[in-house]
């Protein structure tokens, strides 16, 4: 069985319109979501909205989650005070994108699990039991297997750190999707993971991210013009 996952739309209408057209190609046998499918972009109801009518299975991002309970930001944001500019943006555009989902949304995507088993694999957002924190793409393989060994599965997906990779461990692979938008590693097309048995494959979508960053400059979100900025570099940019 193909197994498609797509991760980290944050809102952005205009990429994942252009991954769907490229599932349509690649025709798997099950799409599934990792999380963060509504903040950080110009359309959250239109994509939770389009996700519901598919029925894909999937789990919850921390996105997701800070939406509903706001403290869980807080308390992440704690952890690394040097970064509490940033993360009081991210906050400053939560009360735009709630207003835009309305209760019914929230309470779906607060309600979807923290992790997807299956025979043999596993699907979190992050980590086991932490949506904010993961190994980066660089981690080392033991740094891998600490976190992610004890799931007791061949095959882990994570999505979060905005960078698709696979690393393939003895008895284990690991596997990042990337993210649909705001890529993280200087590619500003979409990323999304297909699983063929044992065989997994990054594949990237282009899109019109040009019209797209002009769509979350101009949308009314608080800081949308510092979300254009990323979606336009590829890679995380640092507030001026």
């Known amino acids: ?23 349509r190609e690649v025709a798997p046998d099950r ?9 950080g972009g110009s359309h959250p109801a239109e994509i939770v909205d389009h996700i ?28 690394l005070p040097p970064l509490a500019r940033v993360f009081g943006m991210v906050g ?31 699907l979190v957002h992050a980590s086991p039991g932490d949506l904010w924190r993961c190994p980066g793409p660089g981690a080392s393989e033991e740094e891998l297997r600490r ?18 990779y696979v690393r393939k461990l003895e008895g284990l692979i690991v596997a990042n999707t990337g993210s649909i938008s705001q890529s993280y590693d200087g590619d500003t097309r979409a990323s999304y993971l297909v ?9 990237r979508v282009e899109y019109d ?12 979100v608080p800081h949308g013009d510092w979300m254009a900025k990323i979606l336009l570099a590829g890679r995380y940019v640092a507030p001026e």
């Not at 976190?147 to 698709?164: C, E, K, N, R, T």
């Not at 019209?211 to 009314?220: F, K, Q, T």
């Open 195 to 203: 699983m063929d048995g044992d065989e997994l494959a990054i594949r």
């Open 209 to 220: 991210v040009g019209a797209a960053a002009e769509d979350v400059a101009h949308c009314g």
């Open 1 to 23: 069985m193909r197994i498609a996952i797509v991760s980290d739309v944050h809102g952005n209408r205009r990429a994942f319109e252009a991954v769907l057209a490229d599932l």
């Open 147 to 164: 976190v992610y060994g004890g799931l007791g599965a061949g095959i882990v997906v994570h999505a979060h750190v905005h960078v698709p």
């Open 92 to 122: 400053d555009a939560i009360p735009w994108t709630v207003a835009q989902l309305g209760e019914e949304r929230l309470r779906w995507l607060a309600a979807l699990p923290k992790e997807f088993v299956q025979e043999g694999f596993r």
């Open 31 to 39: 799409v599934m979501h990792g999380g963060d499918l509504a903040a």
């Open 52 to 79: 519901r009518s598919l029925g894909w299975a999937g789990v919850c991002g921390n996105t997701d989650e800070m939406l509903r309970d706001p403290e869980q930001l807080t308390e992440f944001a704690a952890t």
